[in-house]
């Protein structure tokens, strides 16, 4: 009886989580149009598909490892989420407002629970084969992570060469120019648009432009 009720009261949690959650899709779709998720068979596939995820990652073995790392990634990827559709809806991430929060808090169970199904795929490795074994304990070392360093390098310097001294989205010059001037918005992210006014803006200029687009496209990349 005490199973039976446990079980009654777990299933009913999934129920009521996929129900936020399929609310907590329509909120994250970057439009104002409400009737973009509003069919109810469109809801009702979404609905069906979240408790499936959620139920399966109910029943998943965890440890308070995963729990804890599957809850921090997913309120992250929810505030991601819910902030950069204020920024690109309102040109405002309206972080202060309760409203946001609570559209954090609606969407946060389905990717906590796809963080614990994905951290739950078990992948086979032999460690026991010498080369593979070799080759673990040569990369976990500074000397393994700097040759993996070069070798990412070597893979993107093709493309370097091909696109010198570099490119950038047709944004670019906007938000040059609001760097310079002092009047940087939100309609992309401040960091990005710091990094092109740094490079291309400031250390460029006007002469060596081509120098600023060549550290700028290092750097991003």
Request: aromatic content about 14%.
């Amino acid at each position: 009886m005490t199973s039976l009720d446990k079980e009654n009261k777990r299933s009913l949690l999934v129920v009521t989580l996929s129900l936020i959650s399929v609310i907590g899709i329509n909120i994250t779709i970057k439009t104002n149009d409400k009737t973009i998720f509003g069919n109810s068979l469109y809801s009702l596939l979404a609905f069906i598909a979240i408790f499936l995820v959620i139920n399966k990652s109910s029943k998943i073995p965890r440890t308070k490892r995963k729990n804890v790392i599957s809850l921090i990634l997913g309120i992250t990827i929810s505030i991601c989420l819910i902030l950069g559709r204020n920024t690109l809806l309102f040109d405002d991430t309206q972080i202060f407002k309760l409203k946001t929060w609570l559209k954090v808090l609606m969407v946060t169970p389905l990717w906590v629970a796809i963080d614990l199904m994905l951290f739950s795929i078990k992948i086979k490795v032999n460690y026991h084969n010498p080369y593979i074994l070799k080759l673990k304990n040569y990369f976990s070392t500074k000397k393994g992570l700097f040759t993996l360093w070069v070798l990412t390098i070597i893979c993107w310097l093709p493309y370097l060469i091909i696109f010198f001294p570099g490119i950038y989205g047709y944004d670019g010059p906007f938000q040059v120019q609001q760097f310079l001037t002092h009047k940087i918005t939100t309609h992309h992210p401040f960091l990005h648009t710091a990094l092109l006014g740094i490079t291309v803006g400031k250390l460029g200029g006007d002469s060596k432009w081509w120098l600023g687009l060549f550290i700028y496209s290092y750097a991003i990349c």
